[in-house]
């Protein structure tokens, strides 16, 4: 009925609906139910959050959380409580993304954009990879033996950074500083400190070199340049076609 419904402003409609049946019931274990139909309901607006356009979504994903935990708190061992932490663990589970430019200069310091949520702080390894381990790292599937060989490899540097904590239990972005590597191919790993869940980390691959390839068409004939990356001075061009 919800989902078909054509009222408009149907979610503020829906909301008031579930807290006018919550007062009218008399059993503890009914409002519990509207409680956390309440609860679910708010969830779901919150994943509309828009940042500075629905500001008013931003904590949604909080007030449901508070409900969820009163309702595992006042009602356990129930079916209400299994949703209500169902819902908690979608709430707070946390997450880990990065984002950095493939090919950098040599020894040159770098920025990496880390997303994250329910992560106050990350680990950030930095490892030595050749061209055959990486080619044998992307066969394996899955993430914990691709973590245990990622383990193995040469590290470089190893460093925890704290991340701002919001309260709000969404996805926020940081910059951090990567320090600049001698010529070489490196992959930087980014995980929870604690290391407890081996199956929450990202990585990505990254090669330090003062060369850039630039391609260039011209009608049929496709031209490579090889230019200096700090300056923009052109090495070598590919022979014209005869």
Known sequence: MYDNGR???????????????????SNPYAKAIYDFEIAQHIYNQGQNYVA????????????????????????????VASQAQNLKQQITAPSLQLQLES???????????????????????????????????????????KRKYISKLKLEKQWIQQLRDEGDYRNHSTEILLPGFPQGRYLVLASPPNDDDKRLFEHVEIQYTNLAIVKTQENTNTFFQVVDRNNGCLLYTSPSPR
């Open 7 to 25: 009222i408009t402003d149907k979610e503020t409609v829906y909301l008031s609906a579930l807290k006018s049946g919550k007062s009218k019931s």
């Open 52 to 79: 500075e356009k629905t500001e008013n979504l931003r904590w949604a994903y909080k007030e449901a959380l508070e409900i969820c935990e009163q309702l595992l708190k006042a009602f356990p061992d129930t079916y």
């Open 103 to 145: 090919y950098l200069p040599i020894a040159s310091d770098s920025r990496i954009l880390v997303t994250y949520s329910n992560t106050p702080n990350v680990q950030l390894s930095v490892y030595r990879i050749s061209a055959n381990e990486s080619e044998a790292l992307q066969k394996i599937y899955d993430k914990e033996k």
